[in-house]
C-alpha cells in the first residue's frame, strides 16, 4: 500500500480547477478510487477544515465536507514524527512530521520550497508516477 500526506494545496487546487486532467484532480480522483491511503492527524483535518471553507475559493462547503470525511473515514490518523531541523515554513511541519511517522510515504505538494529537501516530498505529477 502506498500513503501520502496530501497537502492542502493540492486539494484546494484539484477542488477549484476546470481542468479534470490536472494531476491535482487526478490525485483526488485516485485518493476516492482508494488507490493509496491517507495520513493525517487532527491539525490536518483542522486546516482543511479552515482553507476549504474559504470563501475566497469556489468550493461547495458540502464537497468540502465530504472529502475531509472521505479522507478521515478511509486514511490512518498518525502520530508526528519529531523533526528538529528548521523548516522553510513552521506552518507546515505538521504536513512533513506525519510523512516521517509511516515508512514508505509520501507528501503531495505543490509547494516543494515549503518543505526540506526530500525524495519523499513530491508534486502531484511525480506522486502520479509512482502511483
Do not use: W
Not at 506525519?98 to 503531495?108: A, G, N, P, Q, R
Amino acid at each position: 500500500m502506498i500513503y501520502a500526506v496530501i497537502d492542502t494545496n493540492v486539494l484546494v487546487s484539484a477542488l477549484i480547477t476546470h481542468n479534470a486532467e490536472a494531476a491535482t484532480a487526478k490525485v483526488v480522483r485516485l485518493l476516492l478510487e482508494q488507490e493509496f491511503t491517507p495520513l493525517y492527524d487532527a491539525d490536518i483535518i483542522a486546516e482543511y477544515e479552515d482553507v476549504l471553507h474559504r470563501t475566497k475559493f469556489p468550493i461547495l462547503p458540502d464537497v468540502a465536507d465530504s472529502l475531509i470525511s472521505f479522507i478521515i473515514e478511509n486514511g490512518i490518523e498518525a502520530s508526528r514524527a519529531s523533526f528538529a531541523e528548521p523548516m522553510p515554513d513552521e506552518d507546515d511541519r505538521v504536513f512533513y512530521e506525519i510523512t516521517l511517522s509511516k515508512e514508505d510515504s509520501f507528501l503531495v505538494t505543490g509547494n516543494l520550497k515549503h518543505y526540506p529537501m526530500s525524495p519523499c516530498v513530491i508534486t502531484p505529477a511525480q506522486f502520479l508516477e509512482v502511483l
